[in-house]
């Protein structure tokens, strides 16, 4: 598994983001972010082939999780994006096809991508 996330940038508060993470296979996936000087945590999650999906409190109603089984991505779609969505944001994969919402869950992980947004 060679997962690699792709997609960040620098926008301003309230824009939008559409992050991809390639090598998805037949894993359940996960998005996870780490801030300057915080703890990795949680964002979403997405089981395979996809019927679930689950989110952190914070992005529920704003970021949508989803995974294209065709093309071997996931992605996560961030919208309303706020200052405090900054972070760096990594991609993992499950050997359990089931969703996760602890890094323990996961068997992979990606380089991350930088999401910046300004306010």
């Known amino acids: 598994v060679q997962l690699q996330a792709s997609g960040g940038g620098l926008v301003q508060a309230g824009s939008s983001l559409r992050l991809a993470c390639a090598d998805s296979g037949r894993y359940g996936m996960g998005w996870f972010r780490q801030a300057p000087g915080k703890e990795r945590e949680f964002v979403a999650s997405?089981?395979?082939?996809?019927?679930?999906?689950i989110y952190a409190t914070s992005v529920k109603g704003r970021f949508t999780i989803s995974r294209d089984n065709v093309k071997n991505t996931m992605y996560l779609q961030m919208n309303s994006l706020e200052p405090e969505d900054t972070a760096v944001y990594y991609c993992?994969?499950?050997?359990?096809?089931?969703?996760?919402?602890?890094?323990?869950?996961?068997?992979?992980w990606g380089p991350g991508t930088q999401v910046t947004v300004s306010s």
């Open positions: 993992a994969a499950s050997n359990f096809q089931t969703v996760g919402n602890t890094a323990s869950h996961y068997n992979f």
């Open positions: 997405i089981s395979f082939p996809g019927r679930k999906t």
